[in-house]
């Protein structure tokens, strides 16, 4: 991320710079990224710097109550005027920048005609250093900037810098662009080629204090928050969509276990009613077949059927070849591949269920097991 600062000549020409890589001075609209910072100078002539009590603690009632607390300070009316302040070195005061709604909307227009948002628009004096006793001034062709306090400035002719030699004695800094001289004795002074190489070093520190506040606060830095809304809004319908994606496939898996089941017990029906030709409710008709057998309603036998089911459905290999319901308990016989798969078998079953393993047959396709599962643990 880098600043740039940018300066817009009385006749419309857009002078910059920028902090990424060598610093010089260019002509014509800068290139801007997303991350950059775009730093605007307002022309000295057009603002008014003050200091003012601090008269409310919020920022938000100090931008209510300050433009009335500076009006009678003020030439022009009070609603004619955008009313700017920072935080000064005294807590109880206010850096205040004045300038008119008009000349802000003018330069904000002239900048969107190039493509152009502005995050700092700054007043010119405060891109000149300052501390208590030391003021700096700026000489370029016919044109003098001196900043004499924290919220303290002056622009004109450098012939008229004579009227400050008497609050001056202090010392003060001189920038002399080009072959400028000055008028005053200067205890410091440096040449530059363009005003915005000195300008340039306010680019290390945030801005003394930026005019785009209230009415004028910065598009990009809104543009930025809607963007960022945007985002924890999408990510709050990614989030509902992946919950309800889950509970769809969740309730897919249990119909599927479901139909599973319903299909085990239809097979476990058919082999335990072998003249049986439509199955509509497994259960239910296994009750009523348990019941005209002279068992009951069939409950334990019914409650052995349904702990087989997924124990003989689990093992591809096992094939139930006929099962047989005896009062409380349940016979089952099954064809596997090996004697091994017919313990893991019995061991499936034995969970909840007392199983014996009453005959094992080799064969030429596996092996014939015989189990009787009845109730009770093993």
Do not use: C
């Not at 930026?210 to 960022?228: C, I, K, N, V």
Request: glycine fraction near 6%.
């Amino acid at each position: 991320m880098s600043r740039i600062l940018l300066r817009i000549a009385p006749d419309g020409e857009l002078r910059w710079l920028s902090t990424s890589g060598p610093v010089r001075v260019q002509s014509g609209v800068p290139p801007v990224a997303p991350d950059d910072r775009l730093w605007v100078i307002f022309p000295a002539e057009d603002v008014l710097l003050m200091s003012a009590p601090r008269v409310a603690r919020s920022a938000a009632q100090m931008q209510q109550a300050l433009p009335y607390a500076i009006e009678d300070q003020l030439a022009a009316a009070i609603e004619t005027q955008h009313v700017a302040w920072a935080p000064a070195a005294d807590p109880q005061q206010v850096a205040v920048a004045v300038v008119a709604r008009t000349r802000i909307e003018a330069l904000l227009s002239s900048l969107r005609t190039h493509g152009l948002e502005p995050d700092v628009l700054i007043p010119e004096p405060l891109l000149l250093p300052w501390q208590a006793g030391v003021a700096t001034v700026l000489l370029e062709s016919n044109r003098a900037l001196l900043r004499y306090g924290e919220a303290r400035a002056f622009v004109g002719q450098p012939g008229e810098l004579q009227i400050f030699a008497s609050v001056l004695e202090a010392g003060l800094d001189g920038v002399l662009v080009g072959d400028q001289q000055s008028p005053l004795p200067l205890r410091n002074s440096r040449r530059v080629d363009d005003a915005l190489l000195a300008y340039a070093d306010a680019l290390r520190n945030d801005p003394a204090l930026s005019l785009l506040q209230g009415d004028y606060a910065p598009r990009r830095r809104a543009g930025s928050t809607q963007r960022a809304w945007r985002w924890a809004a999408g990510l709050a319908l990614a989030g509902l969509f992946l919950s309800f994606t889950y509970a769809v496939l969740e309730r897919a898996q249990l119909l599927s276990l479901v139909d599973r089941q319903r299909s085990e017990m239809a097979g476990l029906y058919r082999a335990a009613v072998p003249g049986a030709t439509r199955v509509v409710d497994a259960e239910q008709q296994l009750r009523s077949a348990l019941a005209a057998a002279g068992q009951g309603r069939g409950d334990t036998s019914l409650a052995l059927l349904t702990q087989a089911a997924p124990a003989l459905s689990s093992d591809t290999r096992i094939q139930l070849d006929a099962l047989e319901l005896r009062d409380s308990s349940l016979e089952l016989v099954v064809s596997a591949p090996d004697v091994a798969a017919l313990d893991a078998l019995q061991q499936r079953l034995a969970v909840g269920a007392k199983v014996e393993l009453t005959a094992a047959t080799p064969g030429s396709k596996g092996v014939e097991g015989r189990l009787r599962m009845s109730g009770g643990s093993r």
